[in-house]
């Protein structure tokens, strides 16, 4: 099911924009730049976790996508490999993921990162409730059992909910 504050667009103003940005992007990605992207991830997927080995293809894939005017989301490719094969990895990798995702949606990005948290991306805000700003700008729980059990309380009572009650 879809989320509470992801609102579902309708057929008319914005939705009908966001679907012919979609379209729009996706035939400027055919062509040079659809092959220097499938030959960069092709060479990803071998690379055991290890980026550097693609550095060439990374870099035609790049120029192309450059040149047709559309984001190549290398960056946040790198850096969520980076992250995964890394150290970092035990914190969970959230923000590299979070930023992936974003780069790669078909009409943009929804959300944008905005100091500790996040924000609706500009031009965004018909495709989500009111309510949604402020569930984009939380923060998640430390990655511990009583961290995690605080912030679930924390939430709870924001939403009415007392210590102890439970609701179905």
Same mark, same amino acid.
């Given at each position: 099911? !879809?989320?509470?504050?992801?609102?579902? *667009? #309708?057929?008319?103003?914005?939705? +009908?924009?966001? @679907? !012919?940005?979609?379209?729009?992007?996706?035939?400027?990605? #055919?062509? %040079?730049?659809?092959?220097?992207? +499938?030959?960069?991830?092709?060479?990803?997927?071998?690379? &055991?976790?290890? *980026?550097?080995?693609?550095?060439?293809? %990374?870099?035609? @894939?790049? &120029? +192309?996508?450059?040149?047709?005017?559309? %984001?190549?989301?290398?960056?946040?490719?790198?850096?969520?490999?980076?992250?995964?094969?890394?150290?970092?990895?035990?914190?969970?990798?959230?923000?590299? @993921?979070?930023?992936?995702?974003?780069?790669?949606?078909?009409?943009?990005?929804?959300?944008?990162?905005?100091?500790? &948290?996040?924000?609706?991306?500009?031009?965004?805000?018909?495709?989500?409730?009111?309510? +949604?700003?402020?569930?984009?700008?939380? !923060?998640? *729980?430390?990655?511990?059992?009583?961290?995690?059990?605080?912030?679930? !309380?924390?939430?709870?009572?924001?939403?009415?909910?007392?210590?102890?009650?439970?609701?179905?």
């Amino acid at each position: 099911g !879809q989320e509470r504050w992801l609102k579902r *667009p #309708s057929v008319g103003h914005s939705a +009908a924009r966001h @679907f !012919q940005k979609a379209r729009r992007i996706a035939a400027e990605m #055919s062509g %040079e730049v659809a092959s220097k992207k +499938a030959a960069w991830n092709a060479c990803l997927a071998k690379s &055991g976790g290890s *980026p550097g080995k693609c550095d060439k293809l %990374e870099k035609d @894939f790049r &120029g +192309a996508a450059k040149a047709a005017g559309v %984001e190549s989301c290398a960056d946040e490719t790198v850096a969520l490999m980076k992250c995964t094969a890394g150290g970092s990895r035990v914190n969970g990798c959230s923000k590299a @993921f979070l930023s992936m995702r974003e780069c790669n949606r078909a009409g943009g990005k929804q959300l944008m990162a905005e100091g500790a &948290g996040y924000a609706v991306a500009p031009g965004k805000m018909a495709l989500f409730t009111p309510a +949604a700003a402020a569930v984009a700008q939380s !923060q998640p *729980p430390v990655r511990t059992l009583e961290g995690m059990q605080e912030y679930g !309380q924390e939430y709870a009572m924001s939403l009415g909910i007392t210590p102890g009650e439970v609701r179905f």
